[in-house]
C-alpha cells in the first residue's frame, strides 16, 4: 500500500516537468549566452515575460533556478532565454559553458506575473527599463507590443556596464530600425569606452526623472512601466516614479535576485531566532517539518524529503503558496501575493518563516 501511494507521488512529480531540447546556443556576450529551444508537442505556451524554471541534477542533488524568456509567442518560433554569469554560480556557469544543441533540459511550466495583455487597438505608451541581464523578460514584452498594438508606442532605457556587455545589442537595432515610428532605444552604460556618445555613468535619479518627464510629455497615450534589472536601478526608478506620483498600478517590477531578501536570510540565520516546528498539509497528509532559523518552510520542507511544490524560490510565483490554517508566518518577500491574497490568509513557503510554535501550511 505504502510503495503504491509513493509510486503515484513519483508519477505525479514527472509529471510536472517539461523536457525541452536545445536548439541553438547563441553567444551575446563574453558573459552571456542565449539558449533556445525546439517546441515541444503540443507548444510551449507562455505569456511574453514569464519565466522557465530549470530543473538539474548536480552532485546527485536537484536544483531548480527560474530564467526569463526573452523571446515573444507571437513572433519568436522557437522559446529561449539568456543566461548571464554570476561569479561562483551553479547554473549560470554550467549553462554557458556545457550546454549544447541537442541537449534535453527540464523545466517547470512557464510562470511569473511580469507580463501584460496585447490587444491591436490599445493606445498606449511602454516605458521599459532594464539592467544587464533584465533585458530578458524586458525583450519579449517589448517584441509582443510592437507586433501586436499598431498603435502603442515603446521607450527602452537599457543600462550596460560597457558596449560590449549589450545583450541583444544587434537585435535591438534592427528593431529599432524595423519599428522606427514605434520604439527608441536609449543605452545608459556605466563604464564606456571614450568614443561613446550616450548617457553614460550610473543611473541617477536626475536622469530618469527627466526621461520619463520627457517620454510622458512627448506621449499622448497613458504610460505603463515594467522594471527588471539589479536592486540599484530598480530602487532608483522605483523611487523616481514614486516622486512623479506615478500610479502603482502602472507600475510592473521583477527582480531576479533580491539582496534585501538575502539579507534577511543571512540575519534571520544571525540573529539567534528559534528552531519551531511547522505543520505541513501536503496531498492531504500532515508532516511535521523542523525549521531551523536559517532555512525557509520550503528549504526545511526539502530537506525532509517532502514533494513541496515550488518554482522561482524567489516570492515572485506562488508555485509554494499555502494557506495558514494557524499561527504566524513572516515573509521575506511577498510581491508575488495580491493583498486579497495576503488578507486571505496565504503565504509563499519559499520565503516564509514561522514566527510561533502554531503554525500550519496547507499547501494548494
Ligand atoms: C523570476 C526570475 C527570473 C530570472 N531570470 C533570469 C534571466 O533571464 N537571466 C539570468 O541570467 N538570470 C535570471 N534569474 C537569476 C537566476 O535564476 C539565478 O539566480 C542566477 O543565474 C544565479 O544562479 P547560479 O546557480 O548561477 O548562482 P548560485 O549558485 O545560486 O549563487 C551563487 C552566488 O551568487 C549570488 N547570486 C545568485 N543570483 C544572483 C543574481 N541574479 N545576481 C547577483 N548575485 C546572485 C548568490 O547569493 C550566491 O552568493 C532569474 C531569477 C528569477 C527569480
Ligand atoms: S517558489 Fe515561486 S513564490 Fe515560492
Redesign the pocket.
Known sequence: MFNLFKKKKEVAKKQTFLPLKVREVVKETADTVSIYFEQPEPYLEYKPGQ?LTLVMDFEGKEQR????L?TSPYMDPFPG????R????????FLNEKIHPGKTINVLKPL?NFTTDFHSKNQKHFFLVAGG?GI??IMGIMKSVLVNEPNSKVTLLYCSRHEDHIIFKKELDELEHKYADHLKVIHNLSQPTEAWTGLKGRLSSETLKGLVNTAESESEFQTEYFICGPEGILETTLEVLSSLQISSEKIHK?S??SAAA?AAHEAAATAGGLTRDVTVLLEGEEHLVTVTPDKTILEAGLDQNLNMPFS?Q?G??TACRGKLISGEVKMDEDSGLSQNEIDAGYVLCCVGRPMTDDVKVRIE
Open positions: 519565466f533556478r527560474s530564467y526569463s526573452c532565454i539568456s543566461v548571464k554570476v561569479p561562483g554560480g551553479l547554473f549560470s556557469n511569473g541581464s530578458t523578460p521583477e531576479f535576485f538575502e522561482c524567489s515572485l510565483c
